[in-house]
């Protein structure tokens, strides 16, 4: 290895770091772990380099070798510590108290369903996947997620409705 | 008023794709884990030889074939700011290059300001986040940077020490919040 394999390896870094933790992030809803997979994540491709075959979209594969890390780490441990406001920008047209209060919400609720229905609701609506593409990544089959994702959103739903309830 | 459920779709859409920015130190961090695993023995056979070479040249050597990509085309524009393709991986035959070279080329921008004391790159390809994409001061007055981008049509602007906002006054267009941000076709240079 020299120089300019880690010149050229950063490029990858700069280019999906961000959007890599937006997914482990609503995975795992603690920015420390988030954190902590991402980094494993591209340790993992660079170690796995020599075996990337390129019929795959790179973003493809990093994002696979992020599920897989994921999934692990979910299995493990769970404290509810996600990203904060200061990680996000607005656009200055947004109202940013509301849309806080609307992440905030978001968050607790994706933190208490169950890790499936959570990566096929990150892959559907945060990485806009298709079904199939999702099928490709995690194995399962497309009615499975379809299923997974309705589910997900119902809980959701049913989760938000009981919180303002409670208000 | 919670979505109703044709529509929650669409709010779940928005704050989940919404990415955070965690800025420079973060990716810092994942690098120095990087370097810290290039350093560790491996297998013979780790690595092909003309890996290393065919990526530092391609992230070396484009620098003076490049085309310039500036939309504005205005000699005027360019002489203040600029974007130009630096590297072309598929040119370079290793798969870590050749897929860079699939779907980004790095584009190397760069803008003249004196006077200032940070300029940030935002665009269509950072989501617009002026933390994200911080220009290097160079000599008499210029600040530079290389982008990895897709081919196409993008759109950038500099955001001068924070608050500045300057587009292309020769080529723009205006973004749904009102400002103003030059195009730029990125393609293949010749």
Known sequence: MNAGDIEAFAVLVDRYHDRLTRYANHLLQNRADAEEVVQDTFVRAFRALPRYEEREQLSAWLLRILVNRCRTVAAKRRVFEPLEAADYEFDPGEDVADRLAVRDELARAMAQLPDDQREALALRFGEDLSFDEMAALTGAGVSALKMRVKRAVDRLRMLMEGTRAAV | ?190
């Open chain 2, 1 to 190: 008023m919670l979505p109703s459920d044709d529509h929650i779709s669409e709010p779940l859409h928005r704050e989940l794709r919404r990415t955070p920015h965690l800025g420079a130190i973060a990716r810092a961090r994942v690098m120095s884990a990087v370097r810290r695993e290039s350093l560790r023995p491996r297998r013979a056979g780790w690595m092909s030889p003309m890996l290393g070479t065919a990526l530092a040249a391609s992230l070396t050597l484009a620098v003076a074939g490049g085309a310039w990509l500036h939309a504005g085309a205005e000699p005027a524009a360019t002489a203040a700011s600029s974007a130009h393709v630096v590297s072309l991986g598929s040119s370079v035959g290793s798969s870590l290059v050749s897929s860079i070279g699939d779907t980004l080329l790095l584009v190397r921008f760069a803008f003249t300001a004196p006077s200032a004391a940070r300029v940030a790159l935002v665009g269509d390809f950072n989501d617009w986040g002026a933390r994200r994409t911080a220009l290097a001061r160079a000599a008499n007055g210029a600040w530079t940077t290389d982008v990895a981008m897709a081919r196409g049509r993008h759109r950038f602007a500099y955001v001068v020490d924070d608050t500045g906002w300057v587009g292309d006054p020769s080529a723009s267009d205006t973004l749904p919040n009102g400002r103003r941000a030059a195009r730029l076709d990125v393609v293949n240079p010749e």
